[in-house]
């Protein structure tokens, strides 16, 4: 009796560091991706440079929209979206994104004064049209997400100058690999959970309860020891 009490102990342990694990990461049309962790500010990394109107990630390709997710110095969680780069065509790109958490917190180019670029705010998150010249970047950083279970959808309305898109991913040690490429691009379905269907995260128990539950149980079996 008393090994198979312990042995359920140890399942829920098991379950609550499987939920655990399962429960905190991003997906991008069903495919897992990490963040890469960066020790500045969000902005900062996204280097933007007057001399060539540029973003210098080092991860920016020519007629491609390159996406990656990044956690700065304050843990806080970035999605960057760069279009173009050296080597890029002239640019126009129109696409509406639709999400449930999470704000626009830079724009490339930030010279309001001679900027084409149009961010509007929408009901359901925003209208963005981005206009740049050849071999120079165009895109935003999407940060402040307040919740842990969010998703995202990028529908794309126009993408001159742009004939695909890269979404990359980071291992431990901060190298970059491409989780997902596509000549497609028309939309982007992103999340911060793994989901049945678009727009419909997977419901999960938080793993403390489960702990909590486990500790529980650890209790009632010494006392009940300890009084029999």
């Known amino acids: 009796m008393k090994t198979k009490f312990l042995k359920a102990i140890m399942a829920f342990c098991v379950l609550g560091a499987s939920f655990n694990s399962n429960a905190a990461f991003m997906s991008v049309d069903g495919v897992e991706v990490e963040a ?110 307040a919740g842990d279970i969010w998703d995202m959808a990028l529908s794309f309305n126009e993408t001159t100058g742009i004939d695909s898109f890269s979404f990359l991913t980071f291992d431990s040690s901060g190298a970059d690999s491409v989780a997902l490429f596509s000549n497609d691009v028309s939309e982007i379905l992103i999340s911060s959970i793994s989901t049945t269907a678009p727009n419909s995260p997977t419901a999960v128990i938080a793993p403390s309860t489960l702990m909590i539950l486990a500790l529980s149980l650890s209790c009632i079996f010494v006392s009940r020891r300890k009084f029999n």
Do not use: H, K
């Open 36 to 145: 890469l962790d960066i020790n500045q500010s969000l902005e900062s990394f996204y280097n933007f440079s007057s001399s060539n109107y540029s973003a210098n990630t080092g991860f920016e390709l020519a007629n491609q929209l390159v996406a990656f997710f990044a956690t700065d110095n304050a843990d806080n969680l970035g999605l960057y979206l760069i279009f173009g780069g050296p080597g890029s065509d002239a640019g126009n790109v129109n696409f509406d994104i639709t999400s449930s958490d999470g704000e626009i917190i830079y724009v490339d180019d930030p010279n309001a004064a001679t900027r084409s670029d149009t961010v509007i705010s929408t009901s359901t998150g925003y209208s963005v049209d981005l206009i740049y010249g050849a071999n120079r970047t165009d895109g935003l950083i999407l940060s402040n997400f």
